[in-house]
């Protein structure tokens, strides 16, 4: 119960009252002269900026709205985040402390972008922004098929744009768009084609491989209708969209080893400046890691599959569908992917097929729509020599162009020999004579195998035969271990 003995006296509260106001005068004084002695030492101008940049912190804890601006969004890549980390390369100003400097060994100026932690003041149209990096970093634990473990270190990357709140509909409206605009533009001018691997650990590096339309030895002919179908194929996102077709475009490269389609397939790249996507399937085990690496591709890029019979037992569509090499992977997934639902998820695609032999692949693969331009990368005709001894040689006629080319009509040679032949000297007259020899020995080879047998093949070319497509068949499956053993030890 409250009692009145236990109030303060009124003595005790007068004397508590005198102690506070004088220590609120001497506060006071206190105040009134240090403000004095700035007013004497500090500019008038200084002290306002600096009560500005105060009032600015504090409310900043009210005013200030901040988006945040992931790297991917959810399976897709965020076009936003990449137009932005492109566009603050054009704002380091002095005041960035720290810095990323990269340099390949094959580009001639430097890469400097910032680093985590690092903040970034920047205008425009009057409103103060402030751009900051953030990365963190997660362990990642998965099994395969055959239940395997293994770790891998995942990067998470954001960027932070902090602006007021009132500008918030100009920022989103007029702001954003025109970091897009500004690195669409920029990334045309300093456009570096990428070659990314697909399977295992997502990995890039520059393209550069200098094969273009000019020097590759290929019949002239197909090369310009290629060249009009890409051309059109770019030019046509209205009408994919008015017929309801995703802008995708299928190009099936067949024929013998060392005919170019790699090289083909590099020559594309440079021309459209597309970057290239190297899907390894032997790596990929079942039909959603197939569509997880489909959506992370980027647009205007070149999805290939090289030796495609190799890679996988495409043949056995009756079989369950399963693959040989004990995944999960379906034929099935794989059409889905090629022109089904999931092939509508990004525009201006072109997806590449080599193998060469075409008759090994499921027809299911290879119909319009799918595989829309077939392309016979064929033995090398005289036009492709021309271009080749102007590529080697500098030349573009000598006396013994017309025995090679009618020699190159008389036996089935690759661009890849002739290539091989030439490049031995640089002595022009020794390099077309040793290519004349080579010719020669090898319609010799070719006569002496085919001489007495007709078109017939005995019983024991036909035993000959079977142990060459065993062979084939060993060769093939080595060379898909040894791709996929290769990437490994390099990263990807």
């Not at 998965?142 to 920022?171: A, C, M, N, P």
């Not at 691997?197 to 990995?203: I, P, R, V």
């Not at 091989?420 to 020669?440: P, S, V, Y």
């Amino acid at each position: 119960m409250f009692s009145l003995s236990s109030m303060p006296s009124t003595t005790s509260v007068l004397s508590t009252y005198t102690t506070f106001a004088a220590s609120a005068m001497l506060v006071r004084t206190v105040l009134n002269e240090a403000q004095n002695l700035t007013n004497q030492l500090i500019p008038q101008q200084l002290k306002e900026k600096i009560l500005s940049k105060l009032g600015g912190v504090m409310g900043n804890l009210s005013s200030q709205m901040t988006l945040l601006i992931d790297e991917n969004n959810g399976l897709l890549i965020n076009e936003i985040f990449e137009a932005s980390e492109l566009y603050l390369r054009t704002k380091i100003s002095p005041s960035v402390q720290r810095l990323k400097v990269s340099k390949t060994q094959q580009e001639e100026n430097l890469s400097v972008t910032i680093n985590r932690g690092e903040k970034i003041i920047d205008a425009y149209e009057g409103i103060q922004l402030t751009w900051e990096l953030i990365c963190t970093e997660s362990q990642k634990t998965t099994f395969d098929y055959e239940g395997q473990y293994s770790s891998e270190k995942l990067e998470h990357r954001s960027i932070e744009l902090s602006f007021h709140k009132k500008y918030k509909e100009k920022v989103l409206n007029s702001f954003l768009p025109y970091v897009l605009e500004r690195s669409k533009a920029m990334k045309e001018q300093i456009k570096v084609v990428k070659l990314h691997a697909l399977g295992g650990m997502h990995e890039s590096v520059n393209l550069d491989h200098p094969s273009n339309f000019d020097t590759l030895a290929m019949d002239p002919t197909l090369k310009k209708a290629l060249m009009d179908d890409l051309d059109r194929f770019v030019k046509r996102r209205k009408l994919y969209g008015r017929v309801g077709k995703a802008w995708k475009r299928g190009y099936l490269l067949y024929g013998p080893p060392g005919t170019g389609k790699s090289s083909l397939i590099a020559a594309m790249a440079n021309y459209l400046k597309f970057d290239i996507y190297d899907l390894e399937l032997a790596s990929i085990h079942r039909n959603s890691d197939l569509r997880r690496l489909l959506v992370s591709t980027a647009n205007r890029s070149i999805l290939v599959i090289e030796d495609i019979d190799c890679s996988i037992e495409l043949q056995n569509r009756e079989a369950g569908e399963y693959f040989a090499n004990g995944s999960q992977l379906t034929l099935s997934g794989l059409l889905n992917f090629i022109d089904g639902l999931w092939s509508s998820c990004g525009n201006e695609r072109i997806i590449v097929f080599t193998t060469n032999h075409k008759d090994r692949l499921d027809p299911a693969l290879l119909r319009p729509g799918r595989m829309d331009m077939h392309i016979h990368m064929s033995y090398c005709t005289p036009c492709g020599f021309r271009i080749l001894a102007s590529n080697y040689l500098g030349l573009n006629d000598h006396y013994m162009f017309t025995e090679i080319e009618k020699l190159i009509t008389e036996v089935e040679v690759t661009p890849a020999e002739i290539a091989e032949e030439l490049m031995k000297t640089a002595e022009t007259d020794i390099a077309l004579r040793g290519l004349n020899e080579f010719l020669k020995r090898k319609m010799i080879e070719c006569g002496h195998t085919n001489a007495g047998g007709g078109n017939e093949l005995d019983e024991e070319g036909k035993e000959t035969e079977k142990i060459k497509e065993e062979g084939e068949k060993k060769v093939r499956n080595n060379k898909r271990k040894t791709r996929w053993g290769k990437r490994k030890r390099l990263g990807f």
